[in-house]
Each structure stands twice: as C-alpha cells, then as structure tokens.
C-alpha cells in the first residue's frame, strides 16, 4: 500500500466555498485511501499535532494564504500577479495575448500598427472596471490617482456585435468548466472594430452586470486554457478569459485571473449564474470528481 499522506485544501469564505470542498475532499478520500484529505480555514489552525506532522503533506490554497502557515510540506496558492505580469508570462511561453504596451509618463506609445481604436486598462481591477475605448491617436499617460494602479493600452480584438468569451477554468492543468459570457445586449451593437465611436454608450467588456452565461464545449478554447496554465506551474487554479476574432477565428487570452477567486462550482457568483440560466456548473464536466484526481495525484508527487 502507498505511504500514507495528507492533502489541506485551504477555504477562504467558508460560507461559499466548504460544501464543494468538502465534496472535493471525500471523493479523494474514495480515490486513493491512502490520502487523507482535509478542509481547513485560512487562519491559524492546529496543524501541528503529531499524526499529522510525521506524513508528508500538502497544501493547496485557491486564493493567497493570509496567517496560515503550514506545519509541514510545501503550499500551492493563488498568486496576486498585476496584468503586466500575468500578460509578461504568457507571452513567454508562447501563448497568443492580444498586443499591449505601456504608457509611460511624458511619452505617447507607438500604436500606429495597430487598430484604429484600443483599449486602455488598469493593471488591477475585475469585471471591466476602468476598461475605456479610446482611439489610438488619443492614448497618453494621465495622473490616475485610484486604487486600479498604473494603465497600459491593449489592441482591440472585435468578437462580434456584443463582446463574447470564455471563461475556462483550470485546476492543476485540468478543465473543470468552460462557459460562454455575452455582453449586455443593453449597449448599442458594436458595427466593426473600426466603428467603436469613443467610450461613450458602448460596452466592449463581456462579463458586465446584465451578461448571459451558457455552457459550452469549445474544444479549441479550452486546449488553449490547458497550455497557457503550462505558463503558471505554481498556481493551483486559473481562470482564463479566452476571446475569438470576428471573421478570422484567432484565439487570444486576454487574461489567467491566477488570484484563484474563480470556483464558481459553489461560490455566491456561481450560484447565482446556475439559478439565472438553469445549468449546473459543476456538471458541465464532472469538476468535484475531477478536482479531486487532481489532488490525489498532486499530493502523490508534491507532498514532503
């Protein structure tokens, strides 16, 4: 029989996240009894009584760890990478992110190979927050004086008359889920990537309040997700945005959202998306039964 060894799966909001966790845990259990897996909160729990600090052990955070320090073994967590970051290392590694670049201080950047209108972003923030169109001709560095952090200008990538995405999740390189998110059909419809106007009654962001979720089975979007999780070896769970151009069918991601807030199989967002459009998340693809081998596997080889 296999040594036996410990698996810590770290809950940040336990009045969301503990029963699929929970889930999680007993079908590891189920899978590979030599594991015994547990569901702790991130603080400082007990970790260090001695049944437990003999077996190797691993611990696995979605999102960073705050107190928490484990007795034992190393800690797979979220990371708080700024866009600059998590753009920089899917780029390495040959992952197709629409073109981005700087705006420094003083300076205008080049965009003149670009589209006749970009998107300027902040390097933190969700759900489009501080996201405007601007044509290119425009773009300069302003004092942004709130919490979003410095902007960088992104190439427009038209997806359609409404902005369409996928939100894939990945776990440990595996596919829990892959949803397609339309935007508000609240907006004026988007005529072409050249016919944007300026930012004003138009939305270009995919997941704003008012968008539509469904299931979807995009083959070629999620072996996308699965290789540029490749780029993040460290984090345990990604939740890649990826988009696909209008009239020519190139994918890009636009980002990996490593921060782990992404669980949507029990969380408040997740359930509201389930009771709103009538589908199950977490049976799309089987994600309990398939964040569970992952685990089991992971444990087998990470745990010390």
């Known amino acids: ?17 503990t029963e699929s966790f929970e889930a999680v845990a007993r079908e590891v259990e189920r899978i590979a009894p030599h594991i015994r897996a547990r569901v702790i909160r991130n603080k400082r729990d007990r970790l260090r009584k001695w049944s437990r600090v003999f077996r190797p052990t691993l611990t696995v955070s979605m999102a960073p760890l705050d107190r928490l320090r484990p007795a034992r073994g190393p800690a797979i967590t979220g990371q708080r990478l700024d866009k600059f970051e998590d ?12 073109r981005w670049k700087r705006i420094p201080p003083g300076e205008k950047p080049d965009l003149s ?69 339309e935007g508000t059909h609240d907006f004026p419809a988007l005529a072409g990537p050249d016919r944007l106007g300026d930012h004003g009654g138009i939305s270009v962001v995919a997941s ?3 968008c539509t979720y469904r299931p979807v089975n995009d083959p070629e979007a999620i072996e996308l997700a699965v290789r540029a999780s ?27 959202n490593p921060s782990g807030y992404t669980w949507l199989i029990s969380s408040e967002a997740g ?21 569970a081998r992952a685990l089991a596997e992971e444990t087998d080889v990470r745990a010390r």
């Open 113 to 181: 190979e670009w589209g006749s209108h970009v998107l300027v972003k902040p390097i933190r923030g969700a759900r489009g927050a501080g996201i405007r169109v601007m044509r290119r001709g425009r773009v300069r560095h302003r004092d942004w004086d709130d919490e979003l952090g410095e902007r960088f200008a992104q190439e427009f990538i038209y997806t359609g008359e409404w902005p369409v995405a996928c939100r894939v999740a990945v776990f440990f390189g595996r596919p829990l889920f892959c949803l397609e998110v």
């Open 230 to 256: 490749r780029a993040f070896p460290d984090i345990p769970l990604l939740g890649f945005d990826v988009i696909r151009e209008h009239g020519t069918g190139r994918l890009f991601i636009v980002e990996s």
């Open 1 to 17: 029989m296999p040594r036996r060894k410990d698996i810590y799966l770290v809950v940040h909001n336990p009045s969301v996240n």
């Open 87 to 98: 753009m920089e290392r899917m780029n390495a590694a040959g992952v197709p992110v629409p």
């Open 208 to 210: 704003r309040r008012g």
């Open 271 to 291: 359930r509201e998306i389930e009771k709103s459009f009538e589908f199950s998340i977490r049976g799309q693809f089987g994600a309990i039964e398939i964040a």
